[in-house]
């Protein structure tokens, strides 16, 4: 079975929308374990709009599952991974003004700088996963950095879904058949959903882990936190 991570980001755009600490970041980390999501990811941000490089460190003594920490490899976010050494980092593109992540790595471009961050990560006992478009070229060029897995970026796909294009799911098998023969990992998140995840799991040979934060906690709204966890749980079998 696929491995449901879920990404708590959300809860704390909530929680610092009024101060204080409701809802308590760390209980909703605790409770999303209790009803069987298998890890919990943050990705925090140099301005701390969502989560705060504390909760970070405060979220190790709560997270029992698979920690994965996803961000841009600048000095701070290397730095705060480097002490809290989650289970995973996930090396992210994105710029310090992005509303949220928009592209994968060029993995051929960046090769030497990716190399480097990847082996510290790896010296220091931290699985590390390198965020992808579904290019064939930059599968390559992940293997040839030495990570573990990629996280494939599937905002694409859950727009050629959502329009009633199937085929929107092509590139990204293509990509995990290439995965699987170079023997990376496949990790993927990005507006995968309720009504989309069953299909890409179904399409994608390999897939290890979904990261899914933004539609989880929306429809959460509607149907209630434990609900849709098992939801998602039942349709990654």
Do not use: C
């Amino acid at each position: 079975m696929t491995k449901l991570s879920v990404n708590i980001n959300k809860i704390a755009t909530l929680r610092n929308a009024r101060g204080g600490n409701v809802p308590d970041l760390l209980k909703v980390a605790a409770d999303i374990q209790k009803f069987g999501a298998e890890g919990i990811t943050i990705h925090p941000r140099p301005d701390e709009r969502h989560i705060r490089y504390q909760d970070a460190r405060d979220l190790k003594s709560v997270v029992y599952t698979e920690y994965n920490i996803e961000g841009n490899p600048e000095k701070t976010f290397i730095d705060l991974v480097l002490e809290i050494k989650p289970t995973q980092v996930t090396l992210v593109p994105d710029a310090v003004d992005a509303i949220t992540s928009n592209a994968g790595w060029d993995t051929i471009r960046h090769q030497a700088y990716l190399t480097e961050i990847v082996q510290e990560f790896q010296r220091n006992g931290i699985r590390t996963s390198i965020f992808v478009d579904p290019v064939l070229e930059m599968i390559e060029g992940a293997k040839k950095i030495g990570t573990e897995r990629i996280e494939l970026y599937t905002e694409a796909f859950a727009h050629q879904y959502g329009l009633g294009n199937q085929n929107g799911i092509l590139p990204y098998t293509e990509s995990a058949i290439l995965a699987n023969e170079l023997g990376l990992g496949i990790n993927a998140g990005h507006d995968l959903s309720l009504d989309n995840i069953q299909f890409f799991k179904q399409n994608i040979p390999g897939l290890l882990e979904v990261s899914i934060g933004h539609a989880l906690i929306s429809e959460a709204i509607y149907l209630g936190l434990d609900n849709v966890v098992n939801m998602y749980l039942q349709k990654l079998k």
